[in-house]
């Protein structure tokens, strides 16, 4: 059974730091594209974050240099570390996995198949 269970979310003042976890079960991580989506209130989702097949990140320009993602293959977990998280951050992100994730005019296009439950990112002061 295919199961997404993020962790790590929580309450940060801007300019903090957080790491979110994804442990991941039922495949491995070299199977799918791999990473983060998240979906603000009253906005829509969009990709943060996500791995390719081929190994490349891809960053939306609105993370590049603050947000970086990557992987434990012996603990088949995907991680983002958050780094000087501002109040737009804010959002539910979830872990995400699916045939393919590529970058395009400053945005992640992540086709996902599968994710987890989420988990809550609150970046206020």
């Known amino acids: 059974q295919l199961q997404l269970v993020e962790s790590g979310g929580g309450l940060v003042q801007p300019g903090g730091s957080l790491r979110l976890s994804c442990a991941v079960s039922?495949?491995?991580?070299?199977?799918?594209?791999i990473g983060w989506f998240r979906q603000a209130p009253g906005k829509e989702r969009e990709g943060v974050s996500c791995?390719?097949?081929?190994?490349?990140?891809n960053y939306a320009d609105s993370v590049k240099g603050r947000f970086t993602i990557s992987v434990d293959n012996a603990k088949n977990t995907v991680y983002l570390q958050m780094n000087s998280l501002k109040t737009e951050d804010t959002a539910v992100y979830y872990c995400?996995?699916?045939?393919?994730?590529?970058?395009?005019?400053?945005?992640?296009?992540?086709?996902?198949?599968?994710w987890g439950q989420g988990t809550q990112v609150t970046v206020s002061s």
């Open positions: 995400g996995a699916g045939p393919r994730c590529t970058y395009s005019s400053g945005a992640v296009i992540f086709l996902r198949d599968y």
């Open positions: 039922g495949f491995t991580l070299d199977r799918y594209a």
């Open positions: 791995i390719s097949s081929g190994s490349r990140r």
